[in-house]
């Protein structure tokens, strides 16, 4: 029986030997396929010193890798997995925790003989080589004078190699930062490039990188110099990353350096003030002028680039003064042009190039407080049609040959359909003015119309009876303007007024009068003046005629204009709804208004007159006799209009008959 049983239970553990066995292999499947990865044949870094060098562990040998590798297995792990599938209780719980591994003491023995033995050949191993520390005697009587300067020869030693350790690795940090700084400079130096490259033209000629500041891409012949060079900048503060270094400087010609500028001013001989009409530059983009005043070397090669266009712009003016034909011709003296505009006012045209050594001492004369001279008046219109001008003619304004009309332009396609007059098709096939033509007729235009606009205001100051308001259009051109002038008596504006157009042009004036009636003046303002007086006088006169016939006054004689020596006068005589009285009415530009009344004969100045035999029916008995002039200064009104009202509304009222 115990053999049987013992065969039995013999039998029962290698089955469930084999079933756990099969157990653990198909878990395994499960698990996963093992992988073995060999590690790398790197050194592990043992120490490090001071200087920053690096000491390396040897590598293990065959039996000390193996010896790493059998301490990694774990025997118990298939009998853990195996439990892990099975529950058990929580009583088996608590003795398998206190179960461990029964080699666990000799275990912990041989790593504590391991330590101690570690720990001892440390200690044999800093005592034979001496090279961390000394090992000498301590005694507590104080140290014999024979050993004080050994004792300070040795500390000085070792404070000099740790000197000459730091030092070193001090070198080594410098060293690292430069070229840290130096990789950075050449990198800031191709992002500037790039910056500058996106608004301005370059190429690389040989080992050179050089720009174009020119306008031939739009056009330009003008020869001057215009390239500059980009060269990487020596200065030390690049390097270190200072802020506001550069790493690239821009060279100029020093005919570009500083900033140049066009001056247009109009010159009066008789006394006035001079006009400052514009300072001119080039047209530049909003852009640009953005990235000018961020940086510094994008701002000098735009006052480059203008000083280039400045130049061009005069050199083009002069060549057209001297080619223009002019009843008073053009002058050019240097840096200065003169065009003749009227007789004793002149144009003058003004390059100013002022040089970078300048700018600082005009920048500060700028900020100075003024002197007691007076400036110039500057004109804003002449400044915004003389700036549109360019921008139309200017590099970028005229059409490149690709893209310009072949044939007809629209506007010589159209003149047909909106039936254009000979003058207009002849003016379409015309080549454009010049822009010293185009410069000088605006310029003209501006005197003529500022001119017109002070002989207005005097005429309104000195003549307070009737009034004179002027409306000058908003919708301009560069060369021409209209404006309405209106002539009305205070109180009586709705019963007559008198309208005049005035087209104020370049070089000449047209009025349209209030009956279609167009007159033409041209540039002396002298006869225009008459005219605006002459139909002052008419205008009073042909306000009472208005107002007559309102209070229903009979009209005997109206004359508007009557011209005699000379002299032009207007005269009105009117008569009452009875026929008892008159009133006549004599204006004159140059005189004060003459009234005069008259009343009905007497009796006996009938029965002595002449036509006392001869008439028979009574109204000629009616007949005016005289009139008698009254005195300006006595009659009461406050215009002349309202003066003549208040005398018809008494000669006809009640009382006075």
């Given at each position: 029986?115990?053999?049987?049983?013992?065969?039995?239970?013999?039998?029962?553990?290698?089955?469930?030997?084999?079933?756990?066995?099969?157990?653990?292999?198909?878990?395994?499947?499960?698990?996963?396929?093992?992988?073995?990865?060999?590690?790398?044949?790197?050194?592990?870094?043992?120490?490090?010193?001071?200087?920053?060098?690096?000491?390396?562990?040897?590598?293990?040998?065959?039996?000390?890798?193996l010896s790493k590798v059998a301490s990694k297995i774990d025997f118990l792990k298939g009998e853990e997995v195996h439990e892990l599938n099975k529950p058990e209780p929580e009583a088996n719980k608590s003795s398998r925790k206190s179960d461990e591994w029964p080699w666990e003491n000799v275990a912990a023995q041989l790593r504590s003989a391991f330590i101690e033995c570690a720990v001892l050949s440390d200690i044999l191993k800093i005592a034979h080589e001496r090279r961390y520390l000394a090992i000498d005697s301590v005694s507590g009587e104080p140290t014999s004078s024979g050993r004080g300067p050994l004792h300070l020869a040795s500390k000085r030693k070792c404070l000099a190699a740790a000197s000459t350790i730091i030092l070193r690795g001090a070198d080594r940090l410098v060293k690292s930062q430069s070229e840290l700084a130096f990789s950075r400079g050449q990198g800031e130096f191709y992002k500037e490039l790039l910056a500058i490259r996106q608004h301005w033209k370059l190429k690389k000629v040989g080992n050179s990188i050089i720009g174009d500041l020119s306008f031939k891409p739009g056009g330009s012949r003008f020869g001057h110099t215009s390239s500059f060079e980009v060269v990487k900048s020596t200065d030390p503060s690049t390097t270190t990353g200072a802020p506001g270094s550069r790493a690239l400087t821009i060279k100029l010609a020093p005919q570009l350096t500083g900033y140049a500028f066009i001056q247009v001013t109009i010159e009066?001989?008789?006394?006035?003030?001079?006009?400052?009409?514009?300072?001119?530059?080039?047209?530049?983009?909003?852009?640009?002028?953005?990235?000018?005043?961020?940086?510094?070397q994008q701002g000098a090669l735009q006052d480059a680039q203008n000083t280039l266009y400045c130049k061009e712009l005069y050199s083009t003016l002069a060549q057209e003064a001297t080619h223009l034909w002019a009843g008073v011709p053009h002058l050019v003296c240097g840096n200065r042009l003169l065009c003749h505009l009227f007789p004793g006012v002149t144009l003058c045209v003004e390059l100013r190039h002022v040089a970078e050594t300048q700018r600082a001492a005009t920048e500060s004369a700028q900020l100075a407080p003024p002197k007691a001279t007076p400036a110039p008046h500057h004109s804003h219109s002449l400044e915004h049609a003389l700036h549109q001008l360019l921008w139309e003619r200017g590099p970028g304004g005229t059409p490149r040959?690709?893209?310009?009309?072949?044939?007809?332009?629209?506007?010589?396609?159209?003149?047909?359909?909106?039936?254009?007059?000979?003058?207009?098709?002849?003016?379409?096939?015309?080549?454009?003015?010049?822009?010293?033509?185009?410069?000088?007729?605006?310029?003209?235009?501006?005197?003529?119309?500022?001119?017109?606009?002070?002989?207005?205001?005097?005429?309104?100051?000195e003549y307070s009876d009737p009034l004179l308001s002027c409306h000058w259009s908003a919708l301009t051109h560069v060369t021409e303007v209209t404006l309405r002038l209106l002539?009305?008596?205070?109180?009586?504006?709705?019963?007559?007024?008198?309208?005049?157009?005035?087209?104020?042009?370049?070089?000449?004036?047209?009025?349209?009068?209030?009956?279609?009636?167009?007159?033409?003046?041209?540039?002396?303002?002298?006869?225009?003046?008459?005219?605006?007086?002459?139909?002052?006088?008419?205008?009073?006169?042909?306000?009472?005629?208005?107002?007559?016939?309102?209070?229903?006054?009979?009209?005997?004689?109206?004359?508007?204009?009557?011209?005699?020596?000379?002299?032009?006068?207007?005269?009105?005589?009117?008569?009452?709804?009875?026929?008892l009285y008159s009133i006549r009415l004599t204006c004159s530009p140059h005189c004060e208004p003459s009234v005069s009344i008259s009343t009905p004969l007497t009796r006996s100045q009938a029965d002595n007159s002449n036509l006392s035999g001869l008439t028979i029916d009574p109204i000629w008995k009616q007949t005016v006799h005289s009139y008698v002039p009254l005195q300006w200064n006595n009659l009461q009104g406050k215009s002349l209009v309202h003066t003549l009202d208040l005398l018809m509304a008494s000669m006809t009222s009640p009382v006075l008959k």
């Open positions: 029986m115990m053999d049987a049983d013992g065969d039995n239970i013999n039998t029962d553990m290698i089955k469930t030997e084999e079933e756990d066995h099969v157990d653990t292999m198909q878990q395994n499947k499960l698990d996963g396929v093992t992988i073995a990865i060999q590690s790398l044949l790197e050194k592990k870094i043992y120490d490090i010193d001071f200087d920053g060098n690096e000491t390396y562990a040897p590598q293990f040998t065959m039996t000390e890798n009066f001989g008789s006394g006035e003030d001079s006009i400052q009409a514009a300072v001119l530059s080039a047209p530049a983009d909003r852009d640009q002028v953005m990235v000018a005043t961020e940086d510094q040959p690709a893209t310009a009309p072949l044939g007809l332009s629209r506007q010589q396609v159209s003149a047909g359909p909106r039936a254009a007059r000979v003058e207009e098709c002849v003016t379409l096939q015309a080549p454009a003015p010049s822009i010293l033509e185009a410069i000088v007729k605006r310029a003209q235009f501006v005197v003529l119309r500022g001119r017109t606009a002070q002989l207005l205001d005097r005429l309104a100051t002539i009305t008596s205070p109180g009586y504006d709705q019963i007559y007024r008198t309208p005049l157009a005035v087209t104020v042009r370049s070089d000449s004036l047209t009025v349209v009068c209030r009956h279609g009636k167009v007159m033409n003046f041209g540039y002396q303002l002298g006869p225009f003046r008459d005219l605006l007086i002459n139909r002052i006088s008419e205008h009073n006169v042909s306000a009472v005629h208005s107002l007559s016939k309102l209070n229903h006054w009979n009209c005997l004689q109206f004359d508007p204009v009557i011209y005699n020596q000379g002299v032009y006068s207007s005269k009105l005589v009117i008569q009452s709804l009875d026929s």
